[in-house]
């Protein structure tokens, strides 16, 4: 039965004021947020309005002394509580390195404060994360050091900087120190606006069954089916098309473009490369984001439903070529690198390319130069992380305002040179650093991309083996394997190979070699490998007698082949 469920203010769920405590249950599983929705949580309060809408969380209340704290357990929302209660603890760092006393200051640092530990109740939390894999002890280990949790006895957990909650930590401390300090503050007001729906609910059963319709039920209805209901409505009225030709041509987009998330960048990456143009740029809107696209574009239905549409029909057709790159015609000297910037995860280039294969499509060099610089690109852009992910679309649009103005010279070269400037491309130490560090944990995408490139350099037409290939499930059949298993539980056998039998050592060397790029291959059968000896992983065969361990004929594991132990 749900007793309550009402819109609230992130500031109101970590109101400093309430006496509440959310508690995520002790055996729950551990936190298992990375660093892609670390990032897309932050983009998404920095570049939306505010009032972002964050989702629900399900709480079970537990209270029974109306004047004690009362704790709320947290059965859904786990993720986005932790995440948000480390932001304000990175912001509160922050603060903390300011030079100020005004009033303003000191009220927004109190605030701050209380909304990581309970107003006038001494090392009392306003969060309680999961006790596994030592999540609690590390949320309670930050606090500890900005010196709002100081419990006398507290001992700071071993190897705290290598587990998640630290890391996320840290990521969010590395984003907030590019802010100045009003910026900073208007993203604190972002943050505590932002909205979310909080449920609660009588007891375990309750929250089960409502998590389950949530999380099951209903189609979501896309920007681009509010966006295709309103031209379609256009174009009737004003009889320039008949619904059915129109209805047809949509179709037509649709097939291009089958997924809803490709479909809402899509329509943001079409207004932010060719809001040059004065028939599609709409007053007041520079960028487009996700809270701005249906503003957008109801103003240009407006202005000329049939100009968008025959736009956004043709401009589809390109698109598809990106994420369903084609081995065919004038599009194969582009496959290559298409597919490469697909795997890399290259997607905010897309703005660019949309640019370049609409306005300089007949430009084969220019094209394939571009796209195949821009592999490089983003393989040290995605290690390093540099630039941020909220810059890269406005540097793509600067960059297309300086293809603009220089329209009658441009060249691969000229692109390239934008991109290499300092302050648009990571230094090389920064990026051999990333290589040389746990870069599975980092951007495990990028450790497969490297690792493909690096066996794909070795093969030839004879022994060619498609590692980029899917299942049904639409998961990669070739799997990133770790040669020194990373499982807590190191197997006898390896700790005797790596340690001599000593086992805090062998643990020691996990620590520090474990997720780097020389620990790690790929194998159709990382699931069969698992924790087997290394003998066992370099012998391995499948039912029909193939070599499916260290000896099936990959470059990667040719030294493992001949290796003993």
């Known amino acids: 039965m749900i007793n309550s469920a009402n819109q609230y203010q992130i500031s109101d769920i970590f109101s400093i004021d309430t006496k509440v405590k959310y508690v995520i249950p002790k055996f729950q599983r551990e936190y298992i947020w990375g660093k892609q929705q670390w990032e897309d949580l932050l983009n998404d309060l920095v570049d939306n309005d505010k009032g972002y809408f964050l989702g629900s969380i399900i709480c079970i209340n537990k209270g029974k002394d109306a004047l004690d704290i009362t704790p709320l357990e947290i059965i859904d929302g786990q993720q986005r509580l932790t995440a948000i209660s480390l932001l304000y603890a990175a912001t509160y760092d922050r603060l903390l390195k300011e030079e100020r006393n005004d009033d303003d200051f000191i009220t927004e640092k109190n605030n701050l404060k209380h909304r990581l530990i309970q107003k006038g109740r001494k090392n009392e939390l306003k969060l309680e994360l999961s006790h596994q894999n030592n999540n609690f002890e590390d949320y309670k280990a930050i606090l500890n050091n900005l010196c709002l949790y100081t419990e006398t006895n507290f001992k700071k957990p ?36 932002s909205l979310v729906v909080k449920i609660e609910v009588d007891d375990h059963a309750d929250a089960f069954m409502l998590f389950e319709s949530l999380n099951n039920r209903g189609i979501p209805l896309s920007a681009m089916d509010l966006i295709k209901n309103k031209i379609l409505s256009e174009l ?40 040059y143009k004065g028939n599609i740029k709409v007053r007041g809107i520079y960028k487009a984001t996700r809270s701005t696209l249906i503003r957008i574009y109801d103003k240009l239905i407006e202005k000329n439903a049939d ?11 390109i698109y598809n070529l990106f994420i369903e790159p084609k081995n065919e015609g004038d599009n194969a000297n582009y496959y290559k690198g298409l597919l490469d910037l697909l795997y890399i995860g290259a997607a905010p280039s897309y703005t660019l390319l949309l ?15 571009t796209t195949d610089f821009l592999v490089k690109y983003f393989v040290r852009r995605n290690l390093t992380d540099f630039p ?11 960059l297309i305002d300086e293809c603009e103005k220089n329209k009658n010279k441009l060249t691969s070269a000229f692109l390239t040179d934008y991109l290499t400037q300092s302050d648009k491309f990571a230094d090389i130490k920064i990026f051999k650093e990333k290589l040389e560090d746990d870069i599975y944990e980092d951007n495990v995408a990028v450790a497969r991309f490297i690792l493909c490139k690096i066996e794909e350099e070795h093969q030839t037409r004879e022994i060619y083996t498609d590692l980029w ?36 050592e062998a643990k020691e060397l996990q620590t520090k070699w474990v ?51």
């Open 469 to 504: 290939e899917k299942d049904n499930n639409r998961k990669y059949l070739w799997t990133i394997e770790h040669i020194y298993p990373e499982g807590k539980n190191i197997p006898k056998e390896w700790v005797n190979i790596i340690a001599g039998g000593n086992e805090e």
């Open 158 to 193: 071993p190897n705290l900087g290598n587990r998640r909650i630290y890391k996320m930590y840290r990521y969010f401390k590395n984003k907030i120190s590019e802010f100045d300090y009003d910026k900073l503050l208007g993203i604190l007001d972002k943050i505590n606006s």
């Open 388 to 398: 941020g992910t909220r810059d890269l679309d406005y540097m793509f649009m600067n």
């Open 236 to 275: 009737e009225k004003k009889k320039v098309k008949s619904i059915e030709e129109a209805s047809n041509k949509w179709i037509e987009l649709i097939r291009d473009l089958p997924d809803y998330s490709v479909q809402e960048r899509f329509l943001r990456q079409y207004y932010n490369a060719f809001r």
């Open 515 to 565: 997720h780097k790029l020389g620990n790690l291959t790929l194998t159709a059968y990382n699931s069969n490998l698992s924790n087997f000896s290394f003998e066992k992983k370099r012998d391995r065969q499948n039912s029909k007698g193939d070599q499916v361990g260290y000896r099936n004929g990959l470059y990667l594991n040719k030294k493992l082949a001949d290796k003993n132990s």
């Open 307 to 317: 100009f968008i549409f025959d736009e956004l029909i043709k401009k589809s057709k």
């Open 355 to 369: 640019y370049l294969f609409s306005e300089y499509k007949t430009d084969t060099k220019l094209i394939k130069d």
